[in-house]
Nanobody, 115 residues
Framework: QVQLVESGGGLVQAGGSLRLSCAVSGSIFSINVVGWYRQAPGNQREVVAVIISGGNSNYADSVKGRFTISRDIAKNTVYLQMNSLKSEDTAVYYC?????????WGKGTLVTVSS
C-alpha cells in the first residue's frame, strides 16, 4: 500500500504563489510515476503535472511555465510549486502514485485563487 497526504493548499490572490506537498509513505523509489491532478467544481479531474521515476516531468499546457513539479527523495515528498496563479487554477489538488500497475490517491487539498 502507498499512502499519500497532500498539504499546502489555501486561499491566495491572483498572481500569487503556493507550494503543495505530497508526503509519500515508503520509498519514492518504489513509485513509478507521481503526479498532481486537480478537479474544479463541475469539472472532471485533470492532470496538472507528473514526474516519473527517472526524474523527467510533464505538464498540462495550461500550467507550463507557471508550475513546477519536483521531488525530495530523502523526504519522500513530491512538491508542486505554483506561481502566477489564476482564478481558473481554483480546484482541489490531488496527488496520485502508480506502483506495480496499481494507483493510489490522496484525499486532496483545496486551492482557492481570488481575482
Amino acid at each position: 500500500q502507498v499512502q499519500l497526504v497532500e498539504s499546502g493548499g489555501g486561499l491566495v490572490q491572483a498572481g500569487g504563489s503556493l507550494r503543495l506537498s505530497c508526503a509519500v509513505s515508503g520509498s519514492i523509489f518504489s513509485i513509478n510515476v507521481v503526479g498532481w491532478y486537480r478537479q474544479a467544481p463541475g469539472n472532471q479531474r485533470e492532470v496538472v503535472a507528473v514526474i516519473i521515476s527517472g526524474g523527467n516531468s510533464n505538464y498540462a499546457d495550461s500550467v507550463k511555465g507557471r508550475f513546477t513539479i519536483s521531488r525530495d527523495i530523502a523526504k519522500n515528498t513530491v512538491y508542486l510549486q505554483m506561481n502566477s496563479l489564476k482564478s481558473e487554477d481554483t480546484a482541489v489538488y490531488y496527488c496520485r502514485a502508480l506502483r506495480g500497475g496499481m494507483e493510489f490517491w490522496g484525499k486532496g487539498t483545496l486551492v482557492t485563487v481570488s481575482s
